[in-house]
């Protein structure tokens, strides 16, 4: 969803280049450098208002987070929430996901999260879908052997099609799960600002675990 205009959120990005990576091409196999310490690599595409990712990074100090986004407005929201929590083993990107094997090199990634994606529903853009097999080729070009993707969504026809997408792949399913939030394990589930909207309604949260073949 396109978020209106705020006029802060490209100076606070500009004003906050210890956070914000504009030009991820260049950090191409040292994004270590960007934190803390050396700790395995998650990147969450699409990362919208950064409630999944700033607490994905306090849940998991052990772990390195990366919260991709195109949207400066998104990304200035999400950056308002890391100067807050000034997390050291958070880091924001503000560019098109797309470009994924261009900002990472092979192995470099330990796990890839896709929340609330675009569902692109027209046939004529599929391609555009994060599930689709380009976009597949990609996360099992930058992720270890023993990565995983993770996707939930609230849209049954994209969470139908990924799976189908995956098994196409060759990908391996470690779990499904067709209503997330009526589940026993759901303590452990991190919700975005998306999933708490849709499942407040009553609508169920469809979501996926996976691996790439080794």
């Not at 990712?53 to 849940?59: C, H, L, P, Q, W």
């Not at 994060?130 to 052997?145: D, N, R």
């Not at 998306?194 to 691996?211: C, D, N, R, T």
């Amino acid at each position: 969803m396109r978020l209106r205009n705020k006029p802060w959120a490209k100076p606070l990005i500009q004003e906050n280049p210890q956070y914000v990576v504009t030009d991820p091409a260049t950090l191409r196999g040292n994004w270590q450098s960007r934190f803390e310490k050396e700790q395995p690599l998650y990147i969450e595409i699409g990362m919208g208002k950064g409630r999944f990712i700033v607490e994905m990074a306090k849940k998991y100090p052990e772990r390195n987070f990366i919260g991709l986004e195109m949207q400066t407005v998104a990304t200035g929201i999400a950056l308002k929430k890391q100067l807050e929590a000034k997390l050291p083993n958070l880091q924001l990107v503000c560019a098109n996901g797309s470009g994924l094997t261009e900002f990472f090199e092979p192995n470099e990634v330990s796990g890839i999260y896709l929340n609330f994606s675009d569902p692109w529903p027209k046939n004529r853009n599929e391609k555009r879908r994060l599930t689709y097999k380009s976009f597949l080729a990609q996360y099992e070009e930058v992720m270890q052997a023993d990565g995983h993707l993770e996707f939930k969504t609230d849209n049954r026809g994209l969470f139908e099609y990924s799976l189908t997408s995956l098994n196409n792949y060759g990908m391996v399913f470690d779990q499904v799960w067709l209503d997330l939030h009526q589940t026993p394990d759901v303590e452990d589930n991190v919700m975005t600002e998306y999933e708490e909207k849709f499942s407040q309604k009553g609508q169920p949260i469809y979501k996926l675990a996976a691996h790439f073949k080794a």
